[in-house]
Nanobody, 115 residues
Framework: VQLVESGGGLVQPGGSLRLSCAAS????????MSWYRQAPGKERELVAR????????NYADSVKGRFTISRDDAKNTVYLQMNSLKPEDTAVYLC?????????WGQGTQVTVSS
């Protein structure tokens, strides 16, 4: 099983990034997919989630209206489009695949929002 995040980097406040998480080794379409983030000295927090059936989404209040999660089951990939980025969005962003009782994590990609 592998989850490989990409797309992170350094961006100025107000900018945009698109994160990708490429999955392999499991039946992607059957798994709910989520993006989490963890900033230094802070707990890991859920940013956005998309279900396996129907593609229903939910977001942390802090990113609603700015971030969009989506998935492409044909490509076994989940995305996080991040717009209007703020310095407080700086963190390592990780993707998670879950289908109870199984859960898999990626290694994460660094996002830094700074001028």
């Amino acid at each position: 099983v592998q989850l490989v995040e990409s797309g992170g980097g350094l961006v100025q406040p107000g900018g945009s990034l698109r994160l990708s998480c490429a999955a392999s080794g499991f039946t992607f379409r059957r798994y709910h997919m989520s993006w989490y983030r963890q900033a230094p000295g802070k707990e890991r927090e859920l940013v956005a989630r998309i279900t396996s059936v129907g593609g229903n989404t939910n977001y942390a209040d802090s990113v609603k209206g700015r971030f969009t999660i989506s998935r492409d089951d044909a490509k076994n990939t989940v995305y996080l489009q991040m717009n209007s980025l703020k310095p407080e969005d700086t963190a390592v962003y990780l993707c998670k695949a879950e289908a109870f009782p199984l859960a898999y994590w990626g290694q994460g990609t660094q996002v830094t929002v700074s001028s």
